[in-house]
């Protein structure tokens, strides 16, 4: 069952997301194909003009083993592609691809051209194109959330995301009338502010996994380990017996303060007393 769900939530019509990500595989190993073809090392020009007919076949073939490689970090190690997660995120979940897909990728060529005899120079060419490209998409996707962040914070804290489960469930919350989400096992509650009433949404993710995608918004803020909250519908803060606790619109359950995230809270109800 968990398989087909896998298949399913793979081969499921792309968001924008998706397409940009998958065009930048497409392209990185368009240009990996090009560097052989322009090149031909390791004998590849006993080939002659075939070679190009054969480079578009591993081309096409290559961004199938893309395919393979998202599904690894998507299914395997909870790595979704995601800009919502930031450039850092971003960053790291390449260098994760790269040392994933250069392994599959020199596999293929080898196994394709028989060149196994050179398997490591054939693994260092296509770990330095790797790494070239990674330098360029590391600088666009670094200009991107600067020019994100230039928006300013007001702008980043209004609107809506949806939030996306570890399996084929998603949610989709108005930061304006998120209260708080909590961690229960291995799942999420997030609870809204909706048409008058509170509206508790379950989702199949962890907690970690959620901040990340809500870094942006700089009023939503993590509380406690197994909580988050959105300071912008804190009433009040609290102390009982050494312990913190946030009281929250609409809500009779008092959210805990863990002791590494009392600075941190009480640096913003400073910052904006509004609220206190």
């Not at 298949?7 to 240009?31: D, H």
């Not at 998202?70 to 994760?96: Q, T, V």
């Not at 070239?132 to 670094?142: A, D, N, S």
Request: contains cysteine; hydrophobic residues 40%.
């Amino acid at each position: 069952m968990d398989i087909c769900r896998i298949i399913g939530n793979f081969v499921a019509p792309m968001n924008k997301e998706q397409k940009r990500n998958l065009s930048v595989r497409i392209v990185s190993v368009g240009l990996i194909c090009m560097a052989f073809a322009i090149f031909k090392p390791l004998g590849l020009e006993r080939f002659g003009l075939s070679l190009y007919a054969h480079l578009l076949i591993i081309w096409a073939i290559g961004t199938g083993i893309c395919y393979v490689t998202e599904a690894i970090l998507k299914f395997f190690l909870k790595m979704p592609a995601s800009l919502d997660k930031g450039a850092d995120y971003i960053i790291r979940r390449n260098l994760w691809f790269q040392l994933l897909n250069s392994p599959l990728e020199t596999v293929l060529i080898c196994t394709y051209f028989n060149l196994w005899s050179h398997c490591l120079q054939v693994f260092l060419i296509i770990a330095f194109c790797s790494f070239l490209v990674g330098l360029y998409w590391r600088y666009k996707f670094r200009n991107y959330f600067l020019e994100t962040e230039l928006k300013g914070e007001e702008t980043v804290s209004e609107g809506s995301i949806t939030l996306n489960g570890t399996t084929n469930d998603s949610a989709t919350l108005k930061i304006e009338e998120l209260l708080y989400i909590e961690a229960v096992g291995n799942y999420v509650k997030i609870h809204q502010w909706r048409n008058d009433k509170v509206v508790t949404e379950t989702l199949r993710n962890t907690l970690k996994n959620v901040e990340e995608e809500l870094h942006h918004y700089p009023t939503v803020k993590r509380c406690h380990r197994a909580f988050i909250v959105n300071m912008k519908r804190v009433e009040q803060m609290t102390g009982h017996a050494g312990s913190v606790q946030l009281q929250v619109e609409h809500c009779e359950t008092a959210i805990p303060v863990s002791r590494s995230n009392i600075q941190s809270i009480r640096d913003y109800i400073k910052k904006n007393p509004h609220k206190e």
